[in-house]
């Protein structure tokens, strides 16, 4: 049965498990959840998903959610993108989950998703300050090396691109950060990538 993934393109968290099925040549289909319109909060959706997020992994009677957890399992079936030190890739899966991706939702949400009026400056303040430390981070991480973990690809690299190919503002400029932008170049090159929104 072609698995299904219940997301939608505006979701960086979807786009890392999309990613992942796509590079690996999985076959998936996207099921389009209409977020914006409170699907997630909606009962049938906590059916699905107690924890009311998107992306949900949907597959011969197996239901995954987090991004992580199908990241992981899309990679075990297939044997790709997990080559590298099991531990080391689980570090920035977690990483990523904490202090990166989370971050960025929250913000690109308050920043472009919400009435200019109800923006709360402040707080978008206080997280561009926490991400800066992340992207700091993350740039020196990579300078000298080519992927986060390993040798080559893995699911590392494609959960902490999830949300670096949007365009919307939410304080992250490439140009400041060589390593970073470097990466996502390599990223894009790979075959069969896609970005976000297509
Ligand atoms: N750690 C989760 C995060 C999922 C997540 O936050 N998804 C967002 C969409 S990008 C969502 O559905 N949020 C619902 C909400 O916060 O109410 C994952 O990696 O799957």
């Known amino acids: 049965m072609t698995a299904q993934l219940f997301c939608f393109g505006e979701s960086g968290h979807s786009y890392k498990a999309a990613l992942t099925l796509e590079?690996?040549?999985?076959?998936?289909?996207?099921?389009?959840?209409d977020f914006f319109n409170g699907e997630v909060r909606a009962n049938a959706y906590r059916e699905m998903n107690e924890?009311?997020?998107?992306?949900?992994?949907?597959?011969?009677?197996?239901?995954?959610?987090?991004?992580?957890?199908?990241?992981?399992h899309v990679a075990e079936k297939t044997g790709k993108f997990l080559d590298g030190d099991r531990n080391e890739i689980l570090?920035?899966?977690?990483?990523?989950?904490h202090k990166?991706?989370?971050?960025?939702?929250?913000?690109?949400?308050?920043?472009?998703?919400i009435p200019e009026g109800k923006r709360?400056?402040?707080?978008?303040?206080?997280?561009?300050?926490?991400?800066?430390?992340?992207?700091?981070?993350l740039d020196g991480h990579l300078s000298g090396r080519d992927w986060?973990?390993?040798?080559?690809?893995?699911?590392?690299?494609?959960?902490?691109?999830?949300y670096l190919y949007y365009p919307e503002p939410f304080g992250f400029d490439r140009a400041e950060w060589p390593?970073?932008?470097a990466w996502l170049e390599r990223i894009a090159s790979l075959p069969g990538?896609?970005?976000?929104m297509i």
């Not at 570090?91 to 989950?97: C, G, I, K, Q, Y």
């Not at 986060?148 to 999830?162: E, H, L, N, S, Y």
């Open 179 to 181: 390593h970073i932008s």
């Open 51 to 72: 924890m009311a997020e998107a992306p949900v992994f949907r597959e011969d009677g197996l239901t995954l959610t987090q991004s992580a957890v199908i990241q992981l």
């Open 91 to 97: 570090r920035w899966l977690f990483w990523d989950n």
């Open 120 to 137: 709360p400056l402040e707080v978008i303040a206080f997280q561009q300050a926490r991400l800066k430390s992340a992207y700091k981070l």
């Open 148 to 162: 986060i973990a390993g040798d080559a690809a893995t699911i590392a690299d494609f959960t902490c691109c999830g």
């Open 193 to 196: 990538w896609k970005h976000p």
């Open 23 to 33: 590079l690996s040549g999985y076959d998936w289909q996207p099921v389009y959840v």
């Open 100 to 113: 990166l991706s989370s971050a960025i939702g929250s913000t690109r949400f308050l920043m472009n998703f």
